[in-house]
């Protein structure tokens, strides 16, 4: 069974620019999150997807922060304009809908 | 809100010695108790979990006991191998969210 795929593994930008991150999840799982894991922290929730409805996304910094999943398969997050403090390694997990959650090997941002 | 309190790293041990990590948790009900665990260039990995008090979630020679007296869930292994070098995430969700809230995590290096 295919993992979490998540692409692009590498991302640098300088501050002011946009950059987007994809996931596509476990075949099959209905639930799918994004996490943030700021360098020497652990990841913390940034948005929650069941199917194509958002269930949480009280952590996400909506200014400048967006997510999708239109068709409730694969989800795009999006970042405009990046700022320093963005810095940091996105995660993509997806669950079936219980306890447990498959993460993918993250994108890695930099910003300058 | 949920918190988990984690052991602060580094962590360097020889191969074959006794390994803990302390984690403890502050949380509403009764929660799911998790440890994660990133290999070097790899994602986030279930490493063992536990879902009531008194659980045992034991894998790959690793385990941890859900304590709700002392509200811990340390994580044991009694012969680390070099292989175990890694970072270790202890992580909950509390009932009826799906939500992972981790710890800080603790880099553990086994040396030869």
């Known amino acids: 069974e295919a993992g979490v795929a998540q692409s692009p593994r590498y991302k640098i930008i300088e501050k002011r620019q946009s950059v987007a991150f994809w996931c596509n999840p476990i075949?099959?799982?209905?639930?799918l999150y994004w996490y943030q894991q700021i360098l020497g922290q652990g990841p913390k929730l940034l948005i929650q997807?069941?199917?194509?409805?958002?269930?949480?996304d009280s952590q996400l910094p909506k200014d400048r922060f967006s997510a999708e999943r239109l068709k409730g398969v694969d989800s795009t997050l999006k970042i405009q304009p990046a700022k320093l403090e963005d810095s940091a390694v996105y995660l993509c997990?997806?669950?079936?809908?219980?306890?447990?959650?498959?993460f993918g090997p993250g994108t890695r941002l930099t910003v300058l | 809100g949920d918190s988990v309190t984690q052991m602060e790293g580094p962590v360097t041990l020889s191969e074959e010695a006794f390994l803990t990590i302390n984690c403890t948790y502050t949380?509403?009900?009764?929660?799911?108790l998790f440890w994660y665990v990133q290999y070097p260039g790899e994602g986030l990995q279930l490493l063992l979990k536990?879902?009531?008090?008194?659980d045992k979630g034991s894998n790959k020679g690793f385990e941890a006991t859900y304590r709700k007296e002392t509200t811990s869930f340390h994580l044991e292994k009694g012969s680390v191998q070099v292989s175990d070098s890694a970072v270790y995430f202890c992580?909950?969700?509390?009932?009826?969210?799906?939500?992972?809230?981790f710890g800080t995590g603790t880099r553990l290096t086994i040396i030869p």
């Open positions: 997990a997806s669950s079936l809908g219980g306890d447990t959650q498959y």
């Open positions: 949380a509403t009900g009764y929660p799911s």
């Open positions: 075949s099959g799982h209905a639930t």
């Open positions: 997807f069941q199917n194509n409805g958002v269930v949480d």
């Open positions: 536990a879902t009531k008090a008194d």
């Open positions: 992580a909950l969700t509390s009932f009826g969210n799906e939500k992972l809230t």
